[in-house]
C-alpha cells in the first residue's frame, strides 16, 4: 500500500463512561475525535479515530507526498 493522500476531521465529542474512564476525566470535560483518512490513488485504505481530552488538545498536522514516488 502506499498513501497518496489524507484528510482529517476533527468534531467535538461529548463523551461517553468507557471514554471518561480511560481518559480518567469528569463528566463536564468535553473531547475531540479525530479521524484521519488516508488513500491509495481512488481507494480508501486506512481509517484512523482517536478520542482526545478537549481541556489539553492541541493539535497540528503536517502531510507530505512525494511525487517522486509515483
Not at 476525566?25 to 479515530?49: A, G, K, T
Request: aromatic share 8%.
Amino acid at each position: 500500500m502506499e498513501i497518496t493522500d489524507a484528510s482529517e476531521v476533527l468534531s467535538p465529542l461529548i463523551p461517553g463512561n468507557k471514554e471518561r474512564m480511560l481518559l480518567q476525566i469528569p463528566p463536564h470535560i468535553p473531547c475531540m475525535l479525530c479521524e484521519r483518512f488516508c488513500h491509495e490513488r481512488e481507494s480508501l485504505i486506512i481509517i484512523h479515530r482517536t478520542v482526545v481530552r478537549g481541556d489539553k488538545f492541541k493539535f497540528k498536522a503536517a502531510y507530505y507526498v512525494d511525487d517522486s514516488m509515483t
